[in-house]
């Protein structure tokens, strides 16, 4: 097992090191100028929109998703392991100047999320009890390229539900061994029942059970972060000079660590935010909105909530702390040590609890992804209930595989899935750039609910489906 995982990671060095990063950045870039940077001026836009999003726009008497309740289950995906364990390890291997990376290809990548979420909702199609989508769809449909679409969702199939799913339920039993002494194969059938019994509901139920568990536990964290960083607010400018400085190798103790910082504050950052990799889209493509560049920027948001917001509160509080440099804790048991020394033993408990809601939450946002994919692929019954019973399968063995083996496992499909996304919204990005355009010239004619139809772009329109 050490070997295989010494391979994977070895791989993993490869493709992150020459290519990945050069492709997110490269993209994010391009995205970023030629949408006139979309993530920072429409920000208000996007908080408006997000307020005005808790019911569905659909007047055809059918159950849809609200844009509200989409943004939910995609936060749900996002908010998870790679706010808590994520940034600890990222630290951990990478020194605080992973941090900083973290906020660059969050502040980005944005733009990335924006494009992504923007085509899925162009190019979705009608599903059974909902709007399908995502980059498969946009794939096959925008690009012409079925296969293009059909080995995208085998990739996402592999990383969703099955590896990022076990690193989840690897994060929920490591925390509750360190804070209760918990048997991880006790949690673990726990956690497998609870998954059963909510993805046999189907996108629906999972919709209602993000929309009440997200804004619950993301406010609970944010605020207690925000009392650990007040309790230390002399040091948030040592803080912030350690992770300028360690991020470029000024930093004496760091120096000669800047590629190791970019390398995993990248990496982590993306398995924490998503932007770019082509999981968001979808269920951005689920909602039911009356322009495609709606949910785009309502996903847009998800990123700086993500990242900036709650990654930023965990890093805080680790170096706040100082035990990354001390200890050889690693992922969340790092996280626990940290917020341990700063309000004692409920430390422990609080991040036990916390990364329950958190990661359990990813687990049924990152099984919808796959379900989606694997409806791109067949819409046989039969493998529907054999995909169910094996994701509940992958979060059994996720409790039970070592920490190394999981993330590393997770990393190699993280990357080949992004690659295959990043080719495709390049190639699509024209178009998202043209609803932007759509959208901003009705807001300036004052039309406050803008929509699209598809006789706006008469170029494509015998694609669109649902417009």
Request: charged content about 10%; aromatic content about 12%; glycine content about 10%.
């Amino acid at each position: 097992m050490d070997s295989v995982a010494s391979i994977i990671g070895s791989i993993n060095d490869v493709l992150w090191t020459y290519i990945l990063i050069a492709m997110l950045i490269g993209c994010a870039l391009y995205f970023t100028v030629k949408t006139k940077f979309v993530q920072f001026r429409m920000f208000g836009e996007m908080v408006r929109l997000l307020g005005d999003s808790t019911s569905s726009n659909s007047q055809d008497g059918k159950k849809h998703i609200s844009s509200f309740e989409a943004f939910m289950v995609s936060l749900a995906s996002r908010v998870g392991t790679g706010n808590l364990a994520g940034v600890a390890t990222a630290i951990a291997v990478g020194g605080p100047g992973a941090v900083f990376w973290m906020w660059i290809i969050a502040l980005l990548g944005a733009c990335s999320a924006f494009v992504e979420s923007t085509l899925a909702q162009l190019y979705k199609v009608n599903g059974k009890d909902s709007f399908v989508g995502g980059p498969a769809y946009y794939m096959k449909k925008g690009l012409k390229k079925p296969w293009m679409g059909s080995l995208f969702a085998v990739l996402l199939i592999f990383t969703f539900p099955f590896s990022f799913n076990s690193v989840q339920s690897n994060t929920i039993c490591a925390a509750f061994q360190e804070a209760f002494n918990f048997d991880p194969l006790i949690m673990g059938v726990i956690l497998t029942v609870l998954t059963f019994l909510v993805i046999f509901g189907g996108i629906q139920r999972i919709a209602k059970v993000s929309s009440i568990i997200v804004p619950v536990m993301a406010v609970g964290y944010i605020i207690l972060a925000f009392v650990v960083i007040g309790m230390n607010f002399k040091q948030i400018p040592a803080v912030f000079d350690l992770i300028i400085s360690s991020a470029f190798g000024w930093n004496q103790a760091f120096g000669g660590m800047m590629g190791a910082a970019m390398m995993n504050g990248i990496k982590r950052g993306l398995f924490s935010n998503e932007a770019g990799e082509g999981s968001a889209p979808n269920v951005a493509a689920t909602a039911d909105v009356s322009h495609p560049v709606k949910q785009g920027l309502i996903q847009t948001l998800g990123v700086f909530s993500d990242t900036l917001v709650i990654c930023t509160s965990t890093a805080f509080i680790i170096l706040f702390s100082g035990v990354a440099f001390g200890s050889d804790s690693n992922g969340i048991q790092l996280t626990q040590l940290a917020l341990s020394s700063q309000i004692g033993k409920a430390g422990n408990i609080f991040v036990a609890v916390a990364i329950l809601f958190f990661a359990f939450s990813s687990v049924i946002g990152n099984y919808y992804y796959g379900e989606a994919n694997l409806r791109y692929l067949t819409g046989s019954k039969t493998v529907m209930t054999i995909f169910r019973l094996m994701v509940c399968g992958m979060v059994m063995f996720g409790a039970l595989a070592s920490l190394d083996m999981a993330w590393s496992l997770a990393d190699l499909c993280m990357g080949f899935m992004t690659a295959c996304n990043l080719i495709a919204i390049f190639m699509l990005s024209k178009y998202a750039v043209r609803l932007l355009d759509d959208y901003r010239s009705q807001k300036r004619q004052g039309i406050k609910d803008p929509v699209f139809t598809k006789d706006r772009m008469p170029d494509i329109q015998q694609d669109l489906e649902c417009w």
